[in-house]
T-cell receptor, first 115, second 112 residues
Framework: DVKVTQSSRYLVKRTGEKVFLECVQD?????MFWYRQDPGLGLRLIYF???????EKGDIPEGYSVSREKKERFSLILESASTNQTSMYLC??????????????FGPGTRLTVL | AQTVTQSQPEMSVQEAETVTLSCTYD???????LFWYKQPPSRQMILVIR??????QNATENRFSVNFQKAAKSFSLKISDSQLGDAAMYFC?????????FGAGTRLTVKP
């Protein structure tokens, strides 16, 4: 089974702190994604990566950056956390397939609270 | 840009009954893929069912089936013989070039 793990289930940080959210997948997937989930808004894509050291902005990249130094690990970085970044953060991974059956596998999520 | 709309924030169903969750989407593409994901209270999202737009036949997975109306850009999920374990948030999603576009979700409650 594909396993996507995230470093923390719950995290509390203060405004202005630098925050690192880590995600690791064990199935050699090329694609990795970071979403944030907010009530009434569903999931919104922050960043994705389709290869090591490659990254692309999603729909809401402002205030975030990412790092992918190894294929299995994708990090989301909040350079200076703000209260409006309080949210649930979900990591996902998928294979690159030409038939479109690139199901995304999700981690358990990290509930981040910024005070 | 593609958008996905789920007009039912909450739905409830009696155990063993059938419920249909609605989803509409907007796209200018002709070939695409649609998904329904389930997020139980434990928060791990899992795939329920997927549909390729070029296939006319509606996808089915055990008690879960879809009603895909391409011209109307509608993609509803039908859950038959509802079980207590079906209680969750359900998200409709459209596969964009990279990543997914998700709807806002429908919270399904199953009453015993």
């Amino acid at each position: 089974d594909v396993k996507v793990t995230q470093s923390s289930r719950y995290l509390v940080k203060r405004t202005g702190e630098k925050v690192f959210l880590e995600c690791v997948q064990d199935m050699d997937h090329e694609n990795m994604f970071w979403y944030r989930q907010d009530p009434g808004l569903g999931l919104r894509l922050i960043y994705f990566s389709y290869d090591v050291k490659m990254k692309e902005k999603g729909d809401i990249p402002e205030g975030y950056s990412v790092s992918r130094e190894k294929k299995e690990r994708f990090s989301l970085i909040l350079e200076s956390a703000s209260t409006n970044q309080t949210s649930m953060y979900l990591c996902a991974s998928s294979l690159i397939r030409t038939d479109g059956h690139n199901e995304q596998f999700f981690g358990p999520g990290t509930r981040l609270t910024v005070l | 840009a593609q958008t996905v709309t789920q007009s039912q924030p909450e739905m409830s169903v009696q155990e063993a009954e059938t419920v249909t969750l609605s989803c509409t989407y907007d796209t200018s593409e002709s070939d695409y893929y649609l998904f329904w994901y389930k997020q139980p209270p434990s928060r791990q999202m899992i795939l329920v069912i997927r549909q390729e737009a070029y296939k006319q036949q509606n996808a089915t997975e055990n008690r879960f089936s879809v009603n895909f109306q391409k011209a109307a850009k509608s993609f509803s999920l039908k859950i038959s013989d509802s079980q207590l374990g079906d209680a969750a948030m359900y998200f409709c999603a459209y596969r964009a070039r990279f990543g997914m576009r998700f709807g806002a979700g429908t919270r399904l409650t199953v009453k015993p």
